[in-house]
């Protein structure tokens, strides 16, 4: 018997969408992603780009909540085999003291969780290729077999991309990095300059972040303006250890094999001039590449890969019987809240369009 409804993803929209389509009756199979070191390396672990970041201040229902509250209400809502993904957060020397926002991986946590307590089926494994051109459509896992639905629903969100330098590559977890959560309190880092590169929110945040490791970050960009949010570029022309070098790309990451990243040399985009600067890491904030590589020749993608929603307001593919939610389809919003969103669209586009069909 195929599945009603497949959805590939596990990011908010990917979660949401299991809520609803749950608790429609449709006893969702969700594709959660693969531990493997290749989605280590890429940033496409389970529980996407919410479980790389430290504070979510913008999701709508999570003010500051006290540290110990929270503790309180995560080991009530998770089984014993999941509060331990986030008990660091409440127990112990990394503990934190009074007030915060939600973290993200805390938040993901519940939201999985939410899933599942409505009947949703979890696989952890990723679907390597789909054929959508015949119904039912036909998904193959990873480490596993090939499993058959009615309604597929993508939502393998995006993730962090690299300058693309040779040197960057021979670095990588070694100094070079695009998660300043997952890394930066790694003992190279402690106490010594680092570089941001990149100018949006994601940069700010990381760049406010590694403050907490670093004696000063560097960050790097390319113009003369920040793209971040106004409360963003606030706190980084604020903070006494955040320096921003306008005008610069980077040009070249310095190190050796034994010592890792020991610097970096910038050029300006105004005159070409070259600079080196002394640092031990140098972590990427950059923009994203949406995770649909897997579904070339078989949806409608943009040029940058991102898939189409082919009618306005709907989650509609360029195959009917798929719907696709969150930052997968999203190269202009990419919020956790408006993935979110959109996931609950997708379920309830699935559950009607089968319900049309008589499925
Ligand atoms: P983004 O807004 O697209 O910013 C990417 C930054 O990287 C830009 O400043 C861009 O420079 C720079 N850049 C791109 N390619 C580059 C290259 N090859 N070399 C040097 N610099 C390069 O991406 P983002 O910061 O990841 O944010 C994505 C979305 O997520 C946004 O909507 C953002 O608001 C949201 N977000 C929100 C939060 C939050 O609210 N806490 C946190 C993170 C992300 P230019 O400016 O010159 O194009």
């Known amino acids: 018997m195929p599945e ?14 299991a809520i609803y389509a749950a608790r429609a009756g449709l006893t969702p199979l969700v ?11 890429k940033g496409t672990l389970p529980l996407g780009q919410l479980n790389l970041t430290t504070e979510v201040e913008n999701f709508p229902g999570w003010p500051f909540v006290d540290n110990a509250a929270l503790g309180q209400f995560a080991k009530s809502a998770l089984p014993a085999e999941r509060y331990v993904n ?7 020397k990394r503990a934190h003291q009074g007030k915060r926002a939600a973290f993200g991986p805390e938040l993901m946590e519940f939201m999985r969780q939410q899933a599942l307590n409505f009947g949703t089926r979890i696989i952890t494994d990723d679907i390597a290729e789909v054929d959508f051109g015949k119904h039912p459509f036909k998904l193959k896992q990873l480490e596993g077999p090939t499993h058959e639905a009615l309604a597929v629903i993508v939502a393998t969100g995006a993730r962090a991309n690299y300058l693309g330098l040779p040197s960057e590559t021979r670095f990588k977890n070694n100094g070079v990095s695009a998660c300043a959560v997952c890394d930066g309190a790694l003992p190279r880092f402690k106490s010594k300059p680092l570089v941001v590169v990149g100018g949006g929110d994601s940069a700010i945040e990381e760049a406010s972040y590694l403050t907490k490791f670093a004696s000063q970050v560097y960050l790097i960009h390319r113009r003369d303006q920040l793209r971040a949010s106004k409360i963003m570029q606030q706190r980084a022309l604020e903070h006494p250890r955040i320096t921003i070098k306008w005008n610069r790309v980077v040009d070249e990451v310095l190190g050796s094999d034994e010592a890792g990243v020991t610097g970096v040399r910038l050029k300006s985009t105004a005159d070409g001039t070259k600079e080196e600067l002394e640092c031990t890491g140098m972590f990427l904030g950059i923009g994203h590449t949406p995770n649909t590589a897997f579904l070339k020749g078989q949806l409608e993608l943009d040029a940058a890969g991102y898939i189409v929603w082919t009618t306005k307001h709907r989650t509609f593919t360029s195959v009917e019987g798929v719907f696709s939610a969150g930052d997968v389809s999203d190269s202009h919003y990419r919020q956790a809240v408006t993935a979110a ?16 069909k008589g499925w």
Not at 5 to 17: N, R
Not at 86 to 92: A, D, I, L, M, T
């Open 86 to 92: 986030v008990q660091h957060n409440y127990e112990g």
């Open 31 to 41: 594709f959660e992603g693969a531990l493997t070191p290749d989605n280590q390396d």
């Open 341 to 356: 969103g959109t996931g609950c669209m997708a379920a309830l586009d699935a559950e009607r369009w089968l319900a049309e």
């Open 4 to 17: 009603k409804v497949v959805i590939i993803g596990s990011g908010p929209a990917g979660w949401t969408a």
